[in-house]
Nanobody, 123 residues
Framework: QVQLVESGGGLVQAGGSLRLSCTASEQIIRGYYMGWFRQAPGKEREFVACISWSGSSFYSDSVKGRFTVSRDNAKNTMYLQMSSLKPEDTAVYSC?????????????????WGQGTQVTVSS
């Protein structure tokens, strides 16, 4: 099973930007989606964004217009460019892959979870 590793998290002020990366240990199966989720303390894991093999993306309402997901299949890497960050974006961000079709948004549809990277947005 492909394992994923996230990087790029950190501390940023509200209104700032961060770029997260998610790199796979081997080639992601052609046709698989990749997705970003986040989990804040005391809250359930929340869908953030996903992207198809061909680059079609889907976002949660809470990040739409502020976050942009992209992927480079040749590098086995997915990115999440986060702009206009808010304190409520503070969470551990994790990535995974999914063989489901039509923009999977549930964590149960994904496999190969990484350890996550902490994003903290100060007010």
């Amino acid at each position: 099973q492909v394992q994923l590793v996230e990087s790029g998290g950190g501390l940023v002020q509200a209104g700032g930007s961060l770029r997260l990366s998610c790199t796979a240990s081997e080639q992601i199966i052609r046709g698989y989606y990749m997705g970003w989720f986040r989990q804040a303390p005391g809250k359930e894991r929340e869908f953030v964004a996903c992207i198809s093999w061909s680059g079609s993306s889907f976002y949660s309402d809470s990040v739409k217009g502020r976050f942009t997901v992209s992927r480079d299949n040749a590098k086995n890497t997915m990115y999440l460019q986060m702009s206009s960050l808010k304190p409520e974006d503070t969470a551990v961000y994790s990535c995974a892959s999914s063989g489901r079709q039509f923009y999977p948004t549930r964590a149960s549809e994904y496999v190969g979870w990484g350890q996550g990277t902490q994003v903290t947005v100060s007010s």
